[in-house]
Nanobody, 115 residues
Framework: QVELVESGGGLVQPGGSLRLSCAASVSISSFNIMGWYRQAPGNQRELVAR???????NYVDSVKGRFTISRDNAKNILYLQLNSLKPEDTAVYYC?????????WGQGTQVTVSS
């Protein structure tokens, strides 16, 4: 059974930083892709960043240069470093993993950017 558990969300002022973590119950080296999605109230869930098994990364344009996705295969943890946060980054952030055709999701962690 694959479980993904996010942590690290919270309330932060504009310009601040957070680091999200996604702990997996299995070896993350077995996943083809891992990533972070987010969903703000009234909006569809959108891809924020993803990392492939070869280390290639992709980011949505709105977070390029501010967010960094990384993973620690030894600890089985996926990270998302969020810098220079803006109010429009407020959303629930979800960890995602794909192994061949099977998709897995975490329960989400709330990020709120407000003064």
């Amino acid at each position: 059974q694959v479980e993904l558990v996010e942590s690290g969300g919270g309330l932060v002022q504009p310009g601040g930083s957070l680091r999200l973590s996604c702990a997996a119950s299995v070896s993350i080296s077995s996943f083809n892709i891992m990533g972070w999605y987010r969903q703000a109230p009234g909006n569809q869930r959108e891809l924020v960043a993803r990392i492939f098994s070869d280390g290639t990364t992709n980011y949505v344009d709105s977070v390029k240069g501010r967010f960094t996705i990384s993973r620690d295969n030894a600890k089985n943890i996926l990270y998302l470093q969020l810098n220079s946060l803006k109010p429009e980054d407020t959303a629930v952030y979800y960890c995602y993993a794909r192994k061949f055709v099977q998709n897995y999701w975490g329960q989400g962690t709330q990020v709120t950017v407000s003064s």
